[in-house]
């Protein structure tokens, strides 16, 4: 009975039920290739987290880079250059969406997508031909991180916006798909490569040139997709949009199904235009911190994507061949092919969540029960380390099992802090900063992205290796105690009860945790899904009274 009501209550039997009600004609070849197209945005970051993390095992790349250490002060040396070469991308990837935040609304979707992969492809072709010169390398790191950042931002943005309302929430995952799907790709290519080719410079070239696929199907396909509705309403071509949507749903403009998503484009456009009024994007970036409210929902998403790098995941992620070392594992095929795995359990854990927990569970307790699940783990590993560097005495069965507890911890990762940033960051900003904000909150995320994994070789060693996991567990259980004091649940609220939440104490969210039986009876009556959230109070938009609120204040200073 536990697993029926998991089921009933998982997105996939909601999507099952809403698209019996979609005329079949919707699910059109065009609509496929430009869910595509947009999706294969995720590919690029896939490919460098998989690529990167491996190629720095080849031998090719150490011979032709110089990664040679002969004593201690060497050691060090090969290890911050290969913790630069890692992390500099994430430098980029924090510039990237600040750049795409006017641009992705200038330029339109596809334009966007084109100008992000190129700008991508640049910095894997600088990659490519830095030929041993680190510096060059670095630079190439950078650029290809602005383009990898953008598109981590306008792929997302562009399937939401051409997806139809019944099934948009699994076509956003195709974004997510592409990501991982890619990031397994990557590391069996650099197997293959490993395993089938002499140890020549283009043994370590080659999984950077594949790394270009994604950008020259997206640039192929860009000149056959659908431009978004949505967008093509909000620079005023009416028309342009209303045909665009009859050639994605492959349906005549009279059609009800049409007519109503049009209408409902239009509609939520003149509401988020009334919301925005005639401030600037300066202006609506200070609201995001000069507001109470509104700083306060920025600094719930900012500690969240804190958390979520400081627990360790990604730091495993991007080091793991060094890592399984320490476990035991020296073969560089068996490391290349436990990444692999590694990967897949990430994949597999992240369309548990998606699809099942996340719903079923909630978001607060599939939060706090992956922290436990990686809390653990951490635990685990750093007691075994521990024991293998002082008693150099481990048994088989304890090393399968640190293997076992990476797997795990990544599992625990896909069911809590890898989606909570996103999905506070999605949910949690009102209309008026919701661009602004969720901006903002991804720069973030790749400043603290590119903090963990540049200080990880550091951590690893400073501390004997097994420190930097009792690091990660420490801060698994700082995260346990802010999510179980300060994290509410979302689900089942309207976004005027979740107003409300951040109105109160800090040390009062945990009481309202969890929305009343009241409270999920409102949020169950039908709505127009593709409406933008946006609150009225006697009249008024509540996001307009935090502005009025905030303008108030400014007035009465001056």
Not at 292 to 319: D, E, K, P
Not at 487 to 500: A, M
Request: proline share 4%.
């Amino acid at each position: 009975m536990g697993i029926l009501n998991v089921l009933e209550k998982s997105p996939l039997h909601r999507y099952a039920i809403e698209m019996k009600g979609m005329p079949s004609a919707v699910l059109s070849f065009q609509l496929l290739l430009t869910v595509f197209c947009y999706a294969i945005s995720g590919a690029p970051r896939g490919f460098d987290e998989g690529v990167i993390a491996s190629i720095s095992q080849l031998k090719s790349f150490t011979k032709a880079f110089a990664l040679t250490s002969s004593s201690a002060t060497a050691s060090a040396s090969v290890a911050n250059k290969i913790s630069n070469m890692v992390s500099l991308v994430s430098l980029g990837c924090g510039i990237g969406p600040i750049l795409s935040l006017p641009l992705n609304d200038v330029l339109g979707r596809r334009n966007s997508v084109r100008l992000w992969q190129l700008v991508n492809a640049a910095g894997l072709v600088i990659e490519i031909t830095s030929g041993g010169r680190f510096s060059q390398l670095y630079a190439g790191r950078i650029i290809a991180g602005c383009g990898i950042g953008a598109l981590t931002v306008i792929g997302p943005l562009s399937l939401s916006e051409t997806a139809p309302r019944p099934i948009r929430g699994l076509i956003a995952f195709t974004f997510n798909m592409c990501m991982i799907g890619a990031q397994v790709l990557g590391i069996f290519i650099v197997y293959g490569v490993q395993k089938h080719m002499k140890a020549s410079d283009i043994q370590w070239q080659l999984p950077l040139i594949l790394m270009l696929m994604p950008v020259v199907i997206a640039l192929a396909l860009s000149f056959f997709i659908s431009e978004s509705p949505r967008w093509l309403v909000s620079r005023g071509k009416e028309e342009e949009a209303l045909r665009t949507l009859c050639k994605l749903r492959r349906l005549p403009a009279d059609h009800p199904f049409v007519q109503d998503e049009y209408q409902s484009i239009v509609t939520a456009y003149e509401e988020e235009r009334l919301a925005l009024g005639e401030s600037s994007l300066f202006q609506r970036i200070w609201e995001c911190f000069s507001v109470r409210s509104n700083w306060r929902r920025m600094r719930t998403v900012i500690i969240a994507y804190l958390l979520a790098q400081f627990s360790g995941s990604n730091s495993i992620t991007n080091y793991l061949p060094t890592i399984l070392g320490y476990i035991g594992q020296n073969s560089a095929d068996d490391k290349l092919l436990y990444t692999a795995g590694n990967s897949l359990v990430k994949l597999s854990s992240v369309i548990l969540a998606s699809f099942f927990l996340i719903d079923a569970l909630g978001r607060r307790k599939s939060f706090l029960t992956g922290v436990i699940i990686q809390g653990l783990c951490h635990t685990y590993l750093a007691i075994y380390i521990n024991r293998s560097v002082t008693t150099h005495n481990v048994t088989e069965g304890s090393s399968k099992m640190a293997l076992a507890a990476i797997y795990l911890q990544s599992l625990g990762w896909g069911m809590g802090l890898l989606p909570l940033p996103y999905l506070f960051g999605a949910e949690l900003f009102p209309t008026r900063i919701r661009a602004v904000g969720g901006a903002i909150a991804a720069a973030w995320h790749w400043l603290f992205f590119f903090a963990m994994v540049k200080a990880t070789p550091s951590l690893l060693t400073s501390t004997n290796t097994w420190g930097a996991f009792a690091f990660f567990a420490v801060w698994c259980a700082i995260a346990w105690v802010y999510g179980f004091l300060m994290v509410p649940e979302t689900s089942g609220r309207s976004l005027e009860n979740i107003q409300k939440l951040f109105e109160l104490k800090w040390y009062e969210v945990r009481k309202h945790a969890y929305p009343t039986d009241e409270e999920v009876m409102i949020v169950a009556i039908p709505h127009d899904a593709d409406k933008p959230e946006v609150e009225h109070i006697d009249g008024k938009l509540a996001d307009d009274l935090d502005h009025e609120e905030h303008q108030h204040k400014v007035q009465s200073r001056v």
